[in-house]
């Protein structure tokens, strides 16, 4: 499992977007659902892989945690 930043290098400030985790297979993601803690994503992520390996399906080795402040851009 990886866990990939999509920051644009922009300093953090007080007034800046709160950073989601979202679950993407294949680039797209694989639940409506936004995560605020890596624990919380990764216990997802987990049990997605896990549910994927016992239907022999190799797109368990795509599955991506994505760290963004722009959740809703990912499809």
């Not at 977007?17 to 995560?35: A, C, L, N, Q």
Request: cysteine-free; overall charge positive; glycine content about 4%.
């Amino acid at each position: 499992m990886k866990i990939m930043n999509t920051s644009t290098g922009q300093k953090n400030n007080s007034r800046s977007k709160p950073v989601f985790y979202v679950i993407t297979r294949d680039g797209r993601r694989v639940w409506h659902k936004d995560y605020w803690t890596i624990p919380e994503a990764e216990k997802h992520v987990n049990n997605l892989i896990s549910s994927l390996k016992k239907f022999n399906d190799p797109g368990y080795k795509s599955v991506i945690i994505v760290e963004t402040r722009n959740p809703e851009e990912i499809n």
